[in-house]
């Protein structure tokens, strides 16, 4: 695949925003869709404020699993200095075939934190001198994570802001983060319904995952357009699309590709991944429990080529065991 073009970067988005006091009535509004919580898709009615917690096993505040400097996100992202990695704990999909399956079944173990502890974590990493801020798991967790941000946009936060998500997200939430997200990191999941009752747990189904992401990707788009990198190819804004190639074509990629082609554009940035490892400790379907075959990423790849989609990245098969993370690790889930 191609290299992408770099472009003069710009002050970054959620500045302005905190100097004009709109993030903080971002927050406010965001905060309201907590309780009884309709902040995702699932609409689940949790009371998070007064201490329930939603299916993501999310409360009032966000659960941060770990935060890291991390060099193995796609090169834009991780640049020479890494990416400065806040993972949070809990999901609002619960994926059967999540490789951070340690975090997001559950928030036991990971740190409750209040927003200002957050902003702190930011500039910390800021501090390591990590390229951004990004933000994994997300989509459950919005208005903690805004709240934080404006706090440390006050105390000179300036990096860029990365959102890595599912892509399972309400375009009401998205549209709120509008100015304040710079690159968004979607991972489209499945191109087709049908493979859903194979991907999600039983206890939280999934029936609508296609449309609500599809729709959610559109608005990413619409917010920051094709990414845009500096003169170091350090990416400062713009949308990388995510998507892991599953055995036996469970994930539906011809789908996926042939949406973004036709919807996003040929000039998207695409990461086409080939690190799926089987999750331990569960009663997978047959296709799901060995690693994926040489020939199934050719194919996934040769389809990329042929629907001209050329920006992006593409792995090598031993990407299961480089780029998937280990959240026992003490240190750090990527020490591999």
């Not at 609508?208 to 559109?218: E, F, G, L, N």
Request: proline share 8%; hydrophobic share 40%.
């Amino acid at each position: 695949m191609t290299p992408l073009h770099p472009c003069d970067p710009a002050p970054a988005g959620y500045l302005a925003l905190h100097q004009s006091g709109e993030l903080a009535r971002r927050v406010l509004r965001l905060r309201e869709m907590l309780d009884p919580c309709t902040l995702c898709p699932r609409m689940c009615g949790a009371h998070r404020l007064a201490g329930e917690t939603g299916l993501c096993g999310a409360g009032a505040q966000a659960a941060v699993a770990q935060a890291c400097h991390h060099m193995g996100e796609e090169p834009p992202l991780s640049g020479s200095r890494g990416a400065g990695t806040i993972f949070f704990a809990g999901c609002n999909l619960g994926c059967i075939t999540c490789q951070n399956h340690q975090i997001s079944r559950s928030v036991r173990g990971a740190a409750v934190t209040e927003p200002e502890s957050l902003a702190d974590t930011m500039l910390r990493l800021q501090d390591r001198g990590v390229h951004n801020i990004s933000l994994v798991t997300p989509s459950h967790v919005v208005p903690q994570i805004l709240a934080a941000v404006d706090l440390a946009a006050g105390q000179g936060l300036r990096l860029p802001l990365v959102y890595n998500t599912a892509a399972y997200d309400r375009r009401a939430v998205l549209r709120e983060l509008d100015s304040v997200v710079d690159v968004y990191l979607p991972d489209l999941k499945v191109g087709d319904d049908r493979s859903a009752p194979e991907l999600y747990f039983p206890l939280v189904p999934v029936s609508d995952y296609v449309a609500i992401s599809q729709r959610a990707v559109k608005e990413m788009a619409r917010q920051v357009g094709r990414l845009r990198v500096d003169d170091h190819g350090v990416a400062w804004r713009g949308l990388i699309l995510r998507h892991l190639v599953l055995p036996d074509d469970l994930a539906a990629t011809g789908d996926v590709l042939r949406f973004v082609a036709r919807e996003l554009g040929t000039s998207t940035a695409i990461s086409l991944m080939a690190q799926y490892r089987p999750p331990p400790d569960l009663d997978l379907p047959p296709s799901l429990a060995r690693p994926l075959r040489p020939s199934e990423y050719a194919r996934a790849t040769e389809l990329a080529e042929e629907l001209e989609l050329r920006e992006g990245w593409i792995q090598s098969l031993d990407a299961c065991d480089t780029y998937v993370p280990d959240f026992d690790e003490p240190a750090h889930p990527f020490e591999r």
